[in-house]
Structure formats: C-alpha cells, structure tokens
Nanobody, 123 residues
Framework: QVQLVESGGGLVQAGGSLRLSCVASGRTFSGYAMAWFRQAPGQEREFVATITWSGGNTDYADSVKGRFIISRDHVKNTVYLEMNSLKPEDTAVYFC????????????????WGRGTQVTVSS
C-alpha cells in the first residue's frame, strides 16, 4: 500500500519558519518527481514547489519563491519543504504528491497524495 505521510505543520507567527516532511512508503518512488501543494479553506489546491527525482531541478510558485526550499533525501525516502519568512497568506493544509513523470504545477498529473498537514501563520 502506497503511503505519503506529511508532518511538521503547526501554528507559527508571521516571519517564522517551519519545516515540513513527507515520508513515502509502500513502493519505490524511483524516477518520481515530488511536489508540495496547499489548499486554503474555500480555495482550490495550489502548487507550491516541485523537485525532480535527481533533486537537480526545482520549481516554485512565484508566491513562495525566495522563501521556501524543497529538497529530498533518497536514503530516508523523504521530501522536505523548508518554509521561511512565513506570512498569514501561507496558511493552508499542505499536501505532498508523487508524479511518475516530470514535476508539474498541475495537480492532476500526480498519482499519489498524502493527507496533508495544517500550517497556520498568525499575524
């Protein structure tokens, strides 16, 4: 059974930092690109960042560029999202996802999803 399990969310003040983790289990994700998306109440799921299998290429939404960093550890089968200079508008449930092709900002291209972790940024 394929599982992606996110952790690391919580409540933080504006300007603070959090690091999210996503542990993959149940199959090999060799060749898979990984990504983070987020969804705020009443809004559509939004692309945040993606990273290729090799980790050599990353892409970010303009809204988080320069503040968030995506990375992956193949030994631990884990993807991370380091979030700095957090803003109240970053408040959302954050999901990780796996894509057997190249990374994409389109959520429909992702085969596997975690259940999400809540991030709340207070002003």
């Amino acid at each position: 059974q394929v599982q992606l399990v996110e952790s690391g969310g919580g409540l933080v003040q504006a300007g603070g930092s959090l690091r999210l983790s996503c542990v993959a289990s149940g199959r090999t994700f060799s060749g898979y690109a990984m990504a983070w998306f987020r969804q705020a109440p009443g809004q559509e799921r939004e692309f945040v960042a993606t990273i290729t299998w090799s980790g050599g290429n990353t892409d970010y939404a303009d809204s988080v560029k320069g503040r968030f960093i995506i990375s992956r550890d193949h030994v631990k089968n884990t993807v991370y999202l380091e979030m700095n200079s957090l803003k109240p508008e970053d408040t959302a449930v954050y999901f990780c996802a796996a894509n057997p092709r190249l990374g994409s900002a389109n959520p429909t291209t992702y085969d596997y999803w975690g259940r999400g972790t809540q991030v709340t940024v207070s002003s």
